[in-house]
Each structure stands twice: as structure tokens, then as C-alpha cells.
């Protein structure tokens, strides 16, 4: 029952209601339309019920009061419109046909509106659920930089990933970078992306980064006991005599130290830049004039005229360090070995060692020689040697060839076992590589998803004593030979591997060991040990020799 004075909007005529489905409301009359209604009234005019708007002025309790009410006033004036009461009574009931109408189809228009407004909930909730469920099809990774591009980029591709080349995008599952900077590790989550290179890799990776560290353990090593049979390494035992130029004491330390010795023609010193690679701004101290000029340089400040004008710019932050002048030679010509030191997870800690390869110089050795070429083993300073183009190959040896020369000229003359390589010099670097990793254990940013594939470089001496060179973050990773052309890109597909193994079970929470992707890598540290028995785990450590070449020796 509609109230006195209500007015009800008349959209369509009742007919054409039926064919269509429209969402309907009430539409208040303004001031003008009351108005103007009210004089049409007072004027004995009849409204057009044919027209789109049909007010209606029900004024009794019920339909019938309502009726008759109408039939009065129109009846009145019947004459002076020209209508009988008959049309009137018809125009009223298509009134109130008009009505039911149109609140029929508004329950109706609002019980289509919540269905699909169900089904639309519906769906989302269908396509959450998908989401959940499933991985995204096409997972992007970025990689930034030209080192070791024709081996990541492929193989992520293989799996079906899509590359992007925006650095900023957040949407990434691995994000592999050649130099690290703040923007690499911008909004990362942790548990969901892997990224390359841990973020502070520079306590290990550079000169005075690993010497600090190395320093800093020493001293606490020195204090604790470990038991009878458990001896810490030494510093001194792996790392020549060095000394920081960036520090004053040191600096004097050394210089001082040079005074005593400017008659020993033998004494040479190499001085390293600490953040630098492929050989740059490393220079020889041969000679008393050498050192005398080097200390005056060193003096200078920064900015000075004279400065300016040398050459060779020395960085302030670098280092001096006792050139081993007795190396062990391979055909006369001076080599070191580069090994990979894999931190395959660090939320926990997985840490491995694999096998790489041995880099020769092209000239024989000569330790009194300028050239550079002839004291720096790696590919980049190679390069530069007029011979290069035709030894190339020679320059790098497997270590299954490293291991076979070593049977034939030195194992009798020098009392060693058979396969030295490949037992006591594999051990002996694995030794090493713990000890520095346990000298940065509690330094390096721990978060699921950071990985790091670091090269270590060492150096045999004629007495077969094993020395660290250096470790490097973002190895060189070309193939130009064919040694590296088998070893370097089975080392960064087993990096993947393992740490995309590594990760999905960290995720799942599932028992780390053992690792199906392990292969040629070999376990230093493990620091999940839920679960993992202690003979299990032993056997699948550096403990006993586990490692590529001891295979492919038995194979061949």
C-alpha cells in the first residue's frame, strides 16, 4: 500500500517491461514537476498515461478507496476534456498494472545482480585457488653483465623462463648479477627469489676483506682450546707476509722493514689493489729503488700535482705481499690453480668445494723479469703476450693432466704419494677453504635465496707447500680453450642445480641431504644436521677424496 503523496517513475509501459531485464529505481520529483502537476490539477487536465511519466495520487487506506476517490475527480470533468469514465478507470488500473510491474522487475533485477556478483566471486576464488596450487608457467630471471652469459642465460631458458632486462623488476625467480650493488638486492624476499652473490662477499673476496678476517679468527682461534688432535690452522702457514698500505702503522711497519733488507737484490714485494681483478694495478717491488720510489709516492697527498701525473695511480686501499720467488714450475713456466668454493645456501649454511683447472703463463719463468706477463697466471694478462694466439691451449691444463705430470716428474725425485693432486693438495685446499669460510661465518648476510660460486686461487712452492693467492667473487667464467670449455659451464650448471635443490627443500622443509645435483661439488659444511646421521653425513663431506677427477682417473 502506497502512502499519500508518493510518485513513482514510469520507465517503459507494462509490455515492454516483459522483454527486457532493467535495473529500476525510485526517482523523486523535483520542486518544479510538483509543482507544475499541481496546476494541471487546479486545470482539469488528465495526466498522459501514454507518455513516460504517470503520477499517481492515491488517497484512501486501500485500492478500492483509492478507485473511487479517482472516479470522482475525473468524473467532474469529463465534459471539458473529452474523456469518459471508462478511460479514466482504465487509465488508473494501467497505473496500477504499470506498479506491480515494475516492482516485480526490480526484485527481479536485484536477484540477477547477486547472482552474478556470486559467480564473479566464484571465479576469483577459482583462480586463487589455481595460483596456489601451481608455480607461475613462466617463471623471468635477469641477468646483468657479459660473465658467463652464454652458460646462465641458456639455461634458464631450457627450463622455460623468460628474461627480462629491467633490474628493478620485482617479479624475478633468479636474478643473477656481475657486479653487486644496492639496487641488486632491493626489496628481495627471502624464501621466494634467488640471487647471486651474497651482498657482503667482500670480507672474503677482497684482499683486505679476507686479510682482516683471517686476522680477526686468528687471534680468536689462538684463544680457545680445541682439544688434543684438533688444531686450528694459521694464518702463516697459508698466506704470505703482508701488509695493509691504507693503514699508517703498517705502512710504517713495512717501510721500516724494507731498510733492513735494500742490499737483497732477491727481495721482491707484488702490491695488489684490494677491489680489483684480471691482474689490474698489480705491480712488482724488485729493487731498492722500486721500494724508495713507492714510499715516496705513498707519501704524497692524494691530490698533489706530482702525483697526478704518474701512470700508475696507487689506490689508497691496497696491499703489499712477500712475492714467493720459489714456484713450483710445470715445463719451466710458472702456474697456479683455480678452485671453486660454492655457498650454496646460507639460511642454513651449504658449503661446497669442486675442482677447476690449472693456468700456465706463456713464457718460461723468470724472476727477475718486468714483464707482467711472466709472474700473473690468469687468461686476461695472457692475452697480452705476443705468443698467446698460439699457446693457448698450452696455458691451461685439466687436473687430471696436472695430476698425471705430477706422478711422472715428481713423485720419485720428491718421495710423494701417488695422485699427490688429487689426495694431499685436494685436502690441503679444502682445508683451506673451511678455514676462511669459518673466519666469515658470522659475518656474511644469512637469507634464503643468496648463493655464491667464488674462485680460489693457489700457488705450490718447489717444497710443495700450498698457498692462497686470493679468493675472487664472479670468477671469470669464458671458455676460450677447450679445458674451459668442459669445466667452466659444468661448474655453473651444478652451481644452479645445487642451490635451486637446496632452496625448494629449505622451502619444503625437507631433509637437505642427500643432494641428487651434488655431482662433481664436494660438501665442506653442512649446517643442517636435523636429521642427518653422522656417518651419512661424513661420507658425503670432503672427508675421504670425492671429487670429478678421482672418477674420471678410475674411468680412465
Not at 344 to 355: L, Q
Not at 359 to 377: E, F, V
Not at 404 to 413: A, T
Amino acid at each position: 500500500m502506497m502512502s499519500a503523496g508518493s510518485r513513482v517513475k514510469v520507465v517503459q509501459s507494462g509490455e515492454e517491461l516483459h522483454g527486457e531485464d532493467h535495473v529500476c529505481t525510485d526517482s523523486p520529483t523535483t520542486t518544479e514537476e510538483r509543482q507544475g502537476e499541481a496546476d494541471d490539477e487546479e486545470q482539469g487536465h488528465l495526466p498522459d498515461v501514454l507518455e513516460k511519466t504517470v503520477t499517481l495520487e492515491p488517497g484512501g487506506e486501500d485500492k478500492q478507496h483509492k478507485r473511487t476517490e479517482v472516479e470522482k475527480s475525473f468524473g467532474k470533468r469529463q465534459d471539458a476534456q473529452g474523456t469518459n469514465r471508462e478511460q479514466v478507470i482504465q487509465a488508473d488500473g494501467a497505473a496500477a498494472d504499470s506498479v506491480c510491474l515494475i516492482e516485480h522487475s526490480r526484485s527481479m533485477c536485484v536477484s540477477k545482480m547477486a547472482q552474478v556478483k556470486h559467480q564473479k566471486r566464484d571465479l576469483q576464488v577459482q583462480h586463487l585457488q589455481r595460483n596456489r596450487d601451481k608455480s607461475p608457467e613462466q617463471p623471468f630471471f635477469y641477468f646483468g653483465g657479459g660473465n658467463g652469459a652464454s652458460i646462465v642465460v641458456p639455461y634458464c631458458e631450457s627450463k622455460g623462463w623468460q628474461r627480462i632486462y629491467d633490474k628493478t623488476r620485482l617479479d624475478y625467480r633468479l636474478k643473477w648479477c656481475e657486479l653487486i650493488s644496492p639496487r641488486t638486492y632491493n626489496h628481495f624476499r627471502a624464501g621466494e627469489q634467488l640471487v647471486y652473490q651474497i651482498p657482503n662477499n667482500n670480507v672474503l673476496t677482497t684482499k683486505i676483506g679476507l686479510l682482516n678476517s683471517l686476522r680477526q679468527y686468528d687471534r680468536i682461534s689462538s684463544k680457545i682450546n680445541h682439544g688434543k688432535g684438533h688444531r686450528r690452522l694459521k694464518m702463516a702457514e697459508f698466506i704470505p707476509d703482508t701488509f695493509r698500505m691504507d693503514v699508517k702503522d703498517e705502512r710504517e711497519a713495512f717501510f721500516s722493514q724494507q731498510d733492513g733488507l735494500c742490499a737483497d737484490k732477491s727481495n721482491i714485494w707484488i702490491c695488489k689493489p684490494t677491489g680489483l681483478n684480471q691482474g689490474r694495478g698489480i705491480f712488482l717491488l724488485r729493487t731498492p729503488e722500486d721500494i724508495a720510489a713507492f714510499r715516496t709516492r705513498m707519501q704524497m697527498p692524494a691530490g698533489s700535482p706530482t702525483n697526478k701525473k704518474i701512470p700508475l695511480r696507487i689506490p689508497e686501499a691496497m696491499i703489499a705481499q712477500w712475492y714467493i720467488q720459489n714456484p713450483l714450475l710445470l715445463k719451466g713456466k710458472k702456474f697456479d690453480v683455480r678452485s671453486y668454493f660454492l655457498i650454496a645456501c646460507t639460511s642454513p649454511y651449504m658449503v661446497f668445494f669442486r675442482h677447476g683447472y690449472v693456468r700456465l703463463t706463456c713464457d718460461l719463468y723468470d724472476p727477475k723479469s718486468s714483464n707482467l706477463t711472466a709472474h700473473l697466471t690468469n687468461q686476461y694478462m695472457q692475452k697480452k703476450n705476443p705468443l698467446y694466439s698460439m699457446l693457448k691451449e698450452d696455458t691451461v691444463w685439466s687436473m687430471e693432466h696436472f695430476n698425471s705430470y705430477i706422478n711422472e716428474k715428481f713423485m720419485v725425485p720428491k718421495d710423494l704419494p701417488r695422485d699427490w693432486v688429487l689426495s694431499v693438495f685436494t685436502r690441503r685446499m679444502q682445508q683451506i677453504m673451511t678455514h676462511c669460510f669459518l673466519a666469515v661465518k658470522s659475518k656474511l648476510e644469512c637469507k634464503l635465496g643468496y648463493f655464491d660460486l667464488i674462485g680460489c686461487d693457489f700457488l705450490i712452492d718447489e717444497d710443495f707447500k700450498v698457498w692462497l693467492l686470493e679468493m675472487n667473487c664472479n670468477p671469470a667464467l669464458h671458455t676460450n680453450c677447450e679445458v674451459l670449455k668442459e669445466v667452466v659451464p659444468k661448474t655453473v650448471t651444478e652451481t644452479l642445480d645445487l642451490a635451486m635443490e637446496i632452496f625448494n627443500k629449505c622451502r619444503c622443509g625437507q631433509k637437505l641431504l642427500p643432494l641428487t645435483s651434488q655431482k662433481d661439488f664436494v660438501l665442506l659444511y653442512c649446517g643442517d644436521t636435523a636429521g642427518v646421521s653422522i656417518t651419512k653425513q661424513r661420507s658425503r663431506t670432503a672427508g675421504p677424496l670425492r671429487t670429478a677427477c678421482s672418477k674420471s682417473q678410475s674411468s680412465s
